[in-house]
Structures are given as C-alpha cells and as structure tokens.
Nanobody, 125 residues
Framework: QVQLVESGGGLVQAGDSLRLSCAAS????????MAWFRQAPGKEREFAAA????????RYANSVKGRFTISRDNAKNTVYLQMNSLKDDDTAVYYC??????????????????WGQGTQVTVSS
C-alpha cells in the first residue's frame, strides 16, 4: 500500500478554480491507478475522477465532466485534481485513493485500498 496526503483545499467563491494535490509515499506509486472521491455533509462518498498508472486513460463523473481534470506526475509521486468553474454542489471533503490495478478507472470505492485523510473544499455563492 501507499500512504496518501491531500492538500490544496480551501474556501472559494462559485466560479473560481482550485487545484488539489495528493502526495504519495513509496516507490510503487507509478504502478497504481489513482482516483479522487468526494463526500458532502450527510451524503455518501462519491466518485469524481480516476486515472490509470500511465495516464493513458481517465474517467469522470458526469457531475464534474468538462470542469475537472485529473492528472499525475509519477516522477513526483503526485496526483492532481484541477477544478474549474466551481459550484456550490462541489462543496465536500475530497479524498484521493490508490488502486493496485495498473490500468483501472474504477468508480467503486471498494476497488481502492489506500486513502488519504481528505481535504475540505467549500464553495460559497
């Protein structure tokens, strides 16, 4: 498993942009597929975006498609989530997660065996 630490959350206004980062420890980061999930107050954790180990494939939830971009830098052991045109509904705790399957963009949380502690994103209007 890898250890994951998210950063970059904060309070922004609707329409603003924010970039989240997730730093991973361990030399095997490049073999993991990665994803971002989010959980709003009173709601279940939901899939946002995923990327394969070689960045060859990505997948997005319909709710963020066209506004969010997931990317990774294997040399820096980091995965990113660029969030543009933020809306009130994007308010949530954002978690990054690691999937030991190299070429997966799974949306089911049970496919991921390592999770970060989360970073809060609050969008105000």
């Amino acid at each position: 498993q890898v250890q994951l630490v998210e950063s970059g959350g904060g309070l922004v206004q609707a329409g603003d942009s924010l970039r989240l980062s997730c730093a991973a420890s361990g030399r095997t980061f490049s073999s993991y597929s990665m994803a971002w999930f989010r959980q709003a107050p009173g709601k279940e954790r939901e899939f946002a975006a995923a990327i394969t180990s070689n960045s060859g494939s990505t997948r997005y939830a319909n709710s963020v498609k066209g506004r969010f971009t997931i990317s990774r830098d294997n040399a820096k052991n980091t995965v990113y989530l660029q969030m543009n045109s933020l809306k009130d509904d994007d308010t949530a705790v954002y978690y990054c997660a690691a999937n030991p399957i190299r070429y997966s963009t799974a949306t089911d949380p049970t496919s991921y065996n390592s999770w970060g502690q989360g970073t809060q994103v609050t969008v105000s209007s």
